[in-house]
Each structure stands twice: as structure tokens, then as C-alpha cells.
């Protein structure tokens, strides 16, 4: 069954770069969720998006923004890049008919030097 | 206050021995589901299991269940002959009815270790 893909799956920027991760929901699947998880950490959640609406905000900086095009894909807009944004970033999707389906891609391995 | 307690940050045990992850939740909403994920040292997050609040009946995966005691606002998890591969973090996590109009993210435990042992 196909997954969540997400690109690119390793990326390395210096401090002030900017970085965009992007997201493809599984087929069919309308909502799409941002987390953050920092080292040794637990996954923080940061943003969902329905049918290209923000729908649940949670602890995403306001150097981050994201969105959700037509095609239900997504993308993560991270600028003015900290040593303390290096982190694994998941995108995870599901129906929001279904909500009690949260499907997890496999990761972006930001590393910010 | 925490809004997911996983008391277990590690455990070992013995291959073939049953397992019980320990997560307790702290709400005030009537609608809510409970989640576990485990994630290998690999880095992927594995959906294991879903419990509604209004499920009467306890979740069931193949080897996974979930012990959902309501009262006492539980959600163990429970693997029935723990294999070498069960090895790896795993997270309890909680999504509340919020602003999200049924996208909202998930809340985690800060998960627990479990080493499985030969």
C-alpha cells in the first residue's frame, strides 16, 4: 500500500538558510499533519491542514510557515534556520472523516550546522 | 500538566514474554482517541493501534491490544509474545477534539524504551 513520501529525506543548511520539506499524503487522505521531533525528544506537533485550510495550529515558530496545495500535497517553509531546528520533521496524513488513522511518512533529517 | 505520562522511560524483557506499555491521559473532553506508535531505531513512526473514547470494546492489532480503563484514564498496551523486532521506542499519544474540526495533531507521551531480550 503506498505511504507518505517525503522530500528530501536528509538535508543539511547553515544557520540563517532556509530549508522547504515537502509532504504527498497517502492517495486519497485530505488532511496532513507537520511535526517536529527533536533529539531524543517526542514528536511536537506544528500544523494540519484541511482541504487547503489550516485547521489545528500547535507549537510551530513564526519563522516556519506551511501549506497545502490543490492536490492535497504540502509543503514546510522554515527560514532564518537555528542550530535548534535541526531535528527529524514527519508528515503524517490521514482522512479527516477517519481521524483515528494518523499515518506517519518516514521523515526529514534536518541538520543545521 | 502533562497530558500523556509514560512512567516506563525503558524495559527489558524476555523474548516470547508478554508486554505492558504503561500510558495514562489527562483530558476534560468526552471525544478524544488514543494512539500508539512505535518507532525503531530506524526513525520511522509505526501506527500500531487506535482507541476511541466511545469504543466500548478494547482495540485489538494482531499481537497489539489496548487496555483502555476509562475511569482511570489508561491506555496500556499490551504485546502478547514480544519478539527480537518489538525492540524499539514506543509512543503513547492523544488527540483531543480541539480547532481542528477533526484534524488536530496528536499529543505524545514521552515514550518508553523497550529492549527485548534472546
Redesign the interface.
Known amino acids: 500500500a503506498a505511504g507518505v513520501i517525503q522530500s528530501p529525506r536528509h538535508l543539511i543548511k547553515e544557520k540563517r538558510e532556509t530549508a522547504t520539506l515537502k509532504c504527498y499524503p497517502i492517495p486519497r487522505h485530505d488532511t496532513v499533519y507537520w511535526y517536529q521531533q527533536g533529539p531524543g525528544q517526542d514528536p511536537q506537533f506544528l500544523i494540519s491542514f484541511y482541504e487547503k485550510m489550516q485547521s489545528d495550529k500547535g507549537s510551530i515558530p513564526d519563522r516556519f510557515s506551511a501549506q497545502q496545495f490543490s492536490d492535497y500535497h504540502s509543503e514546510l517553509n522554515m527560514s532564518s534556520l537555528e542550530l535548534g531546528d535541526s531535528a527529524l520533521y514527519f508528515c503524517a496524513s490521514s482522512l479527516r472523516l477517519a481521524p483515528n488513522e494518523q499515518f506517519f511518512g518516514p521523515g526529514t533529517r534536518l541538520t543545521v550546522l | 500538566a502533562q497530558k500523556i505520562t509514560q512512567t516506563q522511560p525503558g524495559m527489558f524483557v524476555q523474548e516470547k514474554e508478554a508486554v505492558t506499555l504503561d500510558c495514562t491521559y489527562d483530558t476534560s473532553d468526552q471525544s478524544y ?1 488514543l ?1 500508539w ?1 512505535k518507532q525503531p531505531s530506524s ?5 500500531l493501534i ?1 482507541q ?1 473514547s466511545y469504543d466500548e470494546q478494547n482495540a485489538t492489532e494482531g499481537r497489539y491490544s489496548l487496555n483502555f480503563q476509562k475511569a482511570r484514564k489508561s491506555a496500556n498496551l499490551v504485546i502478547s509474545a514480544s519478539q527480537l523486532g518489538d525492540s524499539a521506542m514506543y ?1 503513547c499519544a492523544m ?1 483531543e477534539r ?14 518508553t524504551h523497550l529492549i527485548i531480550q534472546p
Open positions: 482517541g494512539f506508535y526513525g520511522e513512526m509505526i501506527f487506535y476511541g509512543f488527540r480541539g480547532e481542528g474540526g477533526g484534524a488536530d495533531g496528536l499529543t505524545f507521551g514521552k515514550g
